[in-house]
């Protein structure tokens, strides 16, 4: 063969593999067409081309289509825009059929409806689609996403590869989208769609992340009648507080929780998602038990029963402590709707909780969340070598937000119970009472400003700390004004201490107060304001062999802060018991200034 006949049938190859290289614009309908049947047929989709198309050989044959649109069986998913591009199968091109063996959308509008694909046989279509021909790939790339009955679940920059080699083999998935500003990640999620469409087992792999937490789930599933799906799964986040403000999701006490993670054995179908074996990390401290979350109603409801060895509630109480400003109380309007956003049925044992600076030994407390009402109870736990038992509730109401509250206590260390708190121990021995304070408001001033119930405490065998009034009857029988000049410093040990507090419109009155000790008796009367956590109260301390209408030996004025009292003797009393002085002063006699004690 010469030269010229070789160097022609080169050139001749030559522009047969650059025209097969080259992509042809096709202006026809047939290349569209072939591919509708083959989605069509495939997958159950129609297809339509509003903009160019496009068909290349080599390097693999290949066909592109702009402005197309795909829909599924009752709009429960659909496409538009973009484009489409597909990899031909070879062998059915020779045979002149066309096969798509990867599918890349890109640019394109996708539109779902939750309740359309809730309400697909996806068992059935499985089983029809089991025996065509199916892409290896899909691709989707810089898509938006968006539900047409779901609000704030939109997806945009969506990227996602799913992979099938064969009817045999698992699909395989990876992906990302952007969500309310943040990436979410797809790492992995695999199944057998063989297995689905017999009605049998097949192994589930799911790990979704976000940058506020994580999601793994390893098992099995089966569709069907009841799909169900059982294996292990871990819950992680890092801020529940910040990963509900970012993501709208109403979970009960959701701003008040740090990191969280849940792990353990699941099972779920459509009506409940439960852990019967389960372990719960709140911050650093570890619950054990099992978990459930009815799914069947508009409100999920979160059911549990849990136990720990530690337990730090201080973050479930600092909505409480933050509404305590300065003297008085906050002015900002109370608000259950973030902490009540689900409904919770909890119940929790802990050898030990704390509650900021307070500890609570074996604890079994329960925990109820409704619309627009909490409620949290401790049935027992030991307080200070004593018990304690209560329940508080809260609950939204026209009048604004409605508390009701009580508590029991017994055998309670005063001292080590104050000391806990941060208040001055200026009374010990141990204390047993009730309290019942009912109120509503607007805001926790207002809510304070309307309380009214009442407070009984008894004390035995104790010690008043920071005043000696043993000492001080001593010295008014012998010297009267000296006895005001040594008034602070010392204890007085008493055999029994009892008040009660009758609380209205925030305001306790003191319908009963008395000490009584060793040869004394004091009593106390006046008011104790839980509006600005001040008290106005005036003590008497008589000799128990004193004649019944006598004045008392001692009387004092106890005014001031709770946090820091002012005790100061009263002066008159003591001037008219001196002999000496009084004819000084005449008939009428004004009380004097005398040297005053704080109680620590």
Do not use: C
């Amino acid at each position: 063969m010469s030269r010229r006949v070789v160097f022609l049938i080169a050139l001749i190859s030559l522009a047969v593999l650059g025209a097969a290289a080259v992509p042809w614009t096709l202006t026809g309908s047939r290349l569209t067409s072939a591919v509708s049947r083959h989605l069509r047929a495939n997958y159950g989709l129609d297809f339509a081309v509003a903009g160019e198309s496009t068909f290349a050989l080599l390097p693999t044959p290949r066909v592109k289509f702009e402005g197309m649109r795909l829909s599924f069986p009752d709009q429960a998913i659909t496409a538009d825009g973009g484009t489409l591009r597909g990899e031909l199968r070879l062998t059915s091109l020779l045979l002149g059929r066309i096969e798509l063996s990867e599918i890349m959308l890109s640019e394109t509008r996708i539109t779902v409806s939750q309740a359309a694909l809730a309400g697909q046989d996806w068992q059935a279509l499985l089983k029809e689609r089991l025996g065509a021909a199916h892409a290896r790939r899909l691709i989707l790339a810089g898509s938006k996403l968006r539900w047409s009955d779901m609000q704030d679940a939109d997806l945009d920059k969506v990227n996602l590869l799913l992979n099938w080699s064969g009817v045999d083999e698992p699909l395989y998935a990876v992906g990302s989208a952007s969500w309310r500003g943040e990436t979410v990640a797809l790492e992995k999620a695999s199944f057998r769609p063989l297995l689905l469409a017999s009605d049998q087992l097949s192994p589930v792999s799911l790990t979704v992340t976000a940058p506020m937490g994580r999601i793994a789930l390893t098992g099995e599933v089966q569709l069907g009648e009841d799909p169900r799906l059982t294996g292990e799964s871990l819950i992680q986040a890092t801020s529940l507080r910040n990963f509900t403000r970012w993501s709208g999701t109403k979970l009960p006490f959701g701003s008040q929780i740090q990191a969280l993670s849940i792990q353990g054995d699941v099972s779920m179908n459509r009506r409940r998602l439960s852990w019967p074996s389960v372990a719960v990390s709140l911050g650093e401290d570890k619950l054990e038990g099992t978990m459930a979350v009815r799914l069947d109603s508009d409100r999920p409801l979160i059911t549990g029963t849990l136990a720990a060895e530690g337990l730090n509630l201080s973050d479930f109480i600092r909505p409480l402590t933050q509404a305590r400003l300065g003297p008085g109380w906050s002015d900002e309007p109370i608000d259950l709707t973030a902490a009540t956003g689900s409904d919770l049925d909890l119940r929790i044992s802990a050898s030990n909780a704390r509650m900021r600076t307070l500890r609570i030994d074996n604890m079994a407390a329960s925990v109820l969340v409704r619309a627009g009402r909490i409620e949290a109870s401790i049935g027992r736990a030991d307080l200070y070598q004593g018990t304690v038992k209560g329940r508080l509730a809260l609950t939204s109401a026209d009048s604004g937000t409605e508390l009701k509250s009580q508590a029991t206590f017994d055998d309670v260390d005063l001292a080590a119970f104050l000391s806990a708190v941060g208040e001055p121990r200026w009374i010990t021995g141990l204390a047993q009472g009730q309290i019942v304070l009912e109120g509503s408001g607007q805001t926790p001033a207002d809510l304070v400003r309307q309380t009214n119930g009442r407070i009984g405490v008894t004390v035995g065998e104790g010690e008043l700390v920071g005043i000696a009034l043993d000492d001080a009857l001593r010295r008014v029988e012998k010297r009267p004004l000296l006895a005001s000049l040594n008034w602070r410093g010392g204890r007085t040990p008493f055999d029994h201490a009892h008040a009660q507090l009758n609380v209205n419109a925030g305001i306790g009155t003191l319908s009963e107060g008395r000490v009584t000790a060793p040869g004394m008796l004091m009593g106390l009367q006046g008011d104790v304001s839980l509006r600005d956590r001040s008290l106005a109260m005036r003590a008497e301390v008589s000799l128990t062999n004193q004649p019944a209408k006598s004045a008392p030996m001692i009387a004092f004025d106890l005014s001031g802060n709770w946090d820091n009292v002012d005790v100061r003797p009263e002066a008159r009393a003591l001037i008219e018991r001196s002999g000496a002085a009084k004819p000084l002063f005449g008939p009428r006699l004004e009380a004097a200034p005398a040297p005053s004690a704080n109680a620590q």
